[in-house]
C-alpha cells in the first residue's frame, strides 16, 4: 500500500542546510500575527521601493516560487524532473489592465505553451481568465452573456490563440477556477473549448472547485453534454481557494452562500466527483490538484479498483511547488502521473501569489504542523542514519 510517510523519498536531494531553511520558513507561516504583519510590511516596503526584494527571494520565493522568469525556472524544473515529477509552468502575475498588458500576458502563456511542447518534463499548461481581461467584463458576462461587447470578443480572441497554439503543440491546457461571480463566463469559455478542441481527445481542461454546492450537479451535467455534443472534456478538481471572500461577499450582497456548510461537505463532493471521473476516464481526463493525502490515496484505491495502470496517461496528481513534496515524490516514485505547479514572475508582482500562499499555509489546519513534522522526521532519520 502507499504510503505519504516515507521522508527519505519526500526530501531526496534536499541538502540539511535547505532543511534547515524550510524549517524556519513553516514555522514563521504557522505564525498568523507575523503572517498578517510581514505581508502588510512586504507590500507598504515594495511600493515604497525600499530594498526588501532580496529578503523575499531568499524566503518564501525560494521556496514557492521557481524564479523570476521562464528560463530561471527551469534550474526547479529540472531539480523536480530528476525525481520523476513534472511541472506546469504558472506565470502568475496579476491586476493587469491595460490591453498591453493582457497581450503582454498572451504572449507569455503561448510561450509557456512552446517551452512545454519542447520538454518532456513540463506536460501541462495553465492560465487564469482573468489575467487576460478585466474583472468587469468577466462579471457582466457572467450575470448576462452579450457577444456584442467588444471587450469579450478581443478575450475570445486571445484565447483563441492561446487554444490553437495548444493543439498545434499538443499541449493540453488547463483554465483556473477563479471566484463565483467570474465563473459563469469562465465555464462558457471553457464549453465553447471543449465543442472546439476536445473532440478528439481531452486537449482543455476546466477546473471545478468542490467546496461549490453546485459543482457536482455541474460534472454530471457537463458529462452529459459531452456525451450528446461529443467531446472530451478534461477537469481539474480542486476544493477552492476562495472561501471566505466567497462567504463575506455572499453576506454583504444577501444571496445564499455559494459555499458547502462544512468542510466535510466539501469532502464528500470532492471524492464523489474524484470517483464519477475515474469511473468515467475513457471519456475524459483528469487533474486532481490537492494537498490532501486521503484524497490522493482514494484516487490510487480507484485506479488499482478499475485496473487503471498508474501511469494512465489521462490521469495527473498536481501540487503546488513548495508544498507537500512528500505527496509529489512518493507518488512519483510509485509510477503515478505527477506535475507541480511552478510559478514564476518578477518578485513584486508575485507578492498576491505568495501573501496566498503564506495565508493558505497559516489557515490550512493541519498542512504547516505536517509539513514541519515531516521536515522534522527526515532530520531525525539523517541523524540516525549518521550515528556509527
Ligand atoms: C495543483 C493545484 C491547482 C489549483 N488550482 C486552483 C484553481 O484553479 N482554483 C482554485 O480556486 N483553487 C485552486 N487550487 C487551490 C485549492 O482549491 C485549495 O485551496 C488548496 O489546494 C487546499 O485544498 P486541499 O484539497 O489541498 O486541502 P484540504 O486541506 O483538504 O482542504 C482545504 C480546503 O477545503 C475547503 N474548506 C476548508 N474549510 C471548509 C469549510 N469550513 N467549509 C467548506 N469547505 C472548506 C477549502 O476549499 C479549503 O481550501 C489549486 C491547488 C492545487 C494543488
Known amino acids: 500500500m502507499l504510503s505519504f510517510d516515507c521522508t527519505e523519498v519526500a526530501f531526496r536531494g534536499k541538502s540539511d542546510a535547505?532543511?534547515?531553511?524550510?524549517?524556519?520558513?513553516f514555522r514563521l507561516l504557522s505564525n498568523p500575527t507575523l503572517v498578517n504583519a510581514g505581508s502588510r510590511f512586504a507590500s507598504a516596503c515594495l511600493s515604497l521601493g525600499l530594498p526588501i526584494k532580496g529578503l523575499i527571494k531568499k524566503t518564501i520565493f525560494q521556496q514557492f516560487v521557481g524564479g523570476e522568469t521562464r528560463d530561471s525556472s527551469m534550474l526547479?524544473?529540472?531539480w523536480l524532473a530528476d525525481r520523476k515529477v513534472g511541472s506546469i509552468l504558472d506565470y502568475s502575475v496579476e491586476g493587469k489592465k491595460s490591453d498591453q498588458g493582457?497581450?503582454?500576458?498572451t504572449l507569455e502563456i503561448l510561450a509557456c505553451i512552446a517551452t512545454a511542447a519542447n520538454s518532456p518534463s513540463i506536460p501541462l499548461a495553465v492560465f487564469k481568465v482573468s489575467g487576460l481581461v478585466t474583472q468587469d467584463v468577466l462579471i457582466r458576462q457572467s450575470i448576462q452573456l452579450d457577444e456584442s461587447d467588444l471587450e469579450w470578443q478581443k478575450l475570445k480572441g486571445r484565447l483563441h490563440r492561446i487554444f490553437c497554439k495548444a493543439a498545434n503543440l499538443n499541449v493540453p491546457i488547463m483554465i483556473d477556477a477563479e471566484e463565483s461571480w467570474l465563473q459563469p463566463a469562465i465555464d462558457r469559455l471553457a464549453e465553447e473549448a471543449f465543442l472546439e478542441f476536445n473532440a478528439t481527445g481531452p486537449l482543455v481542461f476546466t477546473t471545478l472547485q468542490m467546496y461549490r454546492t453546485d459543482r457536482l450537479d455541474y460534472l454530471?451535467?457537463?458529462?452529459?453534454r459531452a456525451e450528446t455534443m461529443g467531446f472530451f472534456p478534461g477537469v481539474k478538481l480542486v476544493r477552492g481557494a476562495y472561501m471566505e471572500k466567497e462567504r463575506q461577499r455572499a453576506a454583504e450582497h444577501k444571496y445564499p452562500d455559494p459555499i458547502q456548510a462544512s468542510k466535510a461537505n466539501t469532502d464528500r463532493d470532492f471524492n464523489l466527483a474524484l470517483d464519477f471521473i475515474a469511473q468515467h476516464i475513457r471519456q475524459g481526463a483528469l487533474v486532481l490538484g490537492t494537498h490532501n493525502e486521503e484524497s490522493c490515496l482514494r484516487l490510487v484505491e480507484r485506479m488499482q479498483h478499475l485496473e487503471l495502470p498508474p501511469e494512465h496517461s489521462r490521469i495527473y496528481f498536481s501540487q503546488l511547488l513548495g508544498m507537500s513534496d512528500h505527496i509529489s515524490f512518493n507518488l512519483a516514485e510509485a509510477g503515478y502521473r505527477v506535475a507541480k505547479y511552478v510559478p514564476y514572475g518578477p518578485v513584486a508582482e508575485l507578492l498576491p501569489y505568495l501573501q496566498r500562499r503564506a495565508a493558505e499555509n497559516t489557515s490550512v489546519q493541519g498542512q504547516t504542523g505536517r509539513e514541519l513534522a515531516l521536515l522534522y522526521s527526515e532530520f531525525k532519520r539523517r541523524k540516525a542514519k549518521k550515528r556509527p
Open 102 to 105: 493582457f497581450e503582454e500576458t
Open 76 to 78: 526547479k524544473i529540472q
Open 220 to 224: 454530471h451535467s457537463l458529462w452529459n
Open 18 to 25: 535547505e532543511l534547515g531553511r524550510a524549517v524556519l520558513l
